[in-house]
């Protein structure tokens, strides 16, 4: 597993770290999942899991730990969150601190399905965030059916956003959704000291990205203070 923060800009603190899989040799999660035949997904999504919260726990995190989940893997979700509590328990890791992340880059093949396993983990005081938003499947559809906690913005959206008034306005009226309907907005991917200002300029608070720290192998990156000046 590599980490890499979220941070909080308005606080410049560490709002948690996102759990990101990858190969042996480096390989990034695309690629290693393209090699999980599909009825290897439960068991592959399971131990992700479990590997990403005995390696925060190893490591001493202290915050939020933000973990992605096949929506097409999961059957049932107390079956699922049995084994996850069960984790966090033999690691000694605080369950109230994970954050569930649904990417919308798979195509959702039974969506009252998955409806259930967020809710029931919404139920259970689990953050919910709804990863990839604006590149993949479900789009407004799927946050017409569930208002996540946090809602990230898709990098490809956001590139080069200072540059692209389309993009400008698409972002701001996503922004202006999920502002009413109570959903925190994440700038996901940001590279540019400019492409921070426009979204922070839009009210965005939360960022992830290389201009703040690339993912790190087994370590849990810190953003600098040199970062932190550059954004001034």
């Known amino acids: 597993m590599a980490f890499q923060p979220i941070v909080d800009t308005t606080t410049r603190t560490i709002y948690a770290y996102e759990a ?21 997904f439960y068991r592959f999504d399971q131990t992700c899991r479990v590997k990403a ?14 973990i992605n ?23 000694n890791f605080d369950a109230r601190m994970l954050i569930f992340e ?55 959206l956001i590139r080069n956003i200072d540059q692209d008034r389309v993009r ?19 700038g996901e991917g940001v590279e540019t000291v400019e492409e921070y200002h426009v979204l922070r300029g839009m009210g965005i608070k939360l960022f992830q990205g290389y201009l703040f720290a690339k993912p790190a192998l087994e370590a849990l990156p810190v953003v600098s203070d040199e970062v932190w000046r550059s954004l001034d």
């Open 102 to 156: 649904i990417t919308e880059s798979e195509r959702i093949t039974d969506i009252p399905r998955v409806l259930r396993i967020i809710k029931d983990y919404q139920g259970r005081g689990f953050l919910t965030a709804i990863d990839d938003f604006g590149a993949g499947y479900a789009g407004l559809n799927l946050l017409a059916e569930f208002q996540p906690d946090v809602v990230k913005l898709d990098m490809a």
């Open 53 to 66: 919260i005995s390696t925060a726990a190893s490591l001493g995190l202290d915050t939020r730990l933000s």
């Open 168 to 186: 400008r306005s698409i972002t701001s009226g996503i922004v202006a959704t999920c502002r009413e309907l109570g959903c925190e907005v994440l």
């Open 69 to 91: 989940f096949s929506p097409n893997a999961v059957y049932e979700p107390a079956t699922c969150i049995r084994l996850t509590l069960a984790a966090a328990e033999r690691c």
């Open 20 to 40: 990101l899989v990858r190969g042996s040799n480096g390989e990034g999660a695309g690629e290693v999942i393209a090699r999980v035949r599909p009825e290897q």
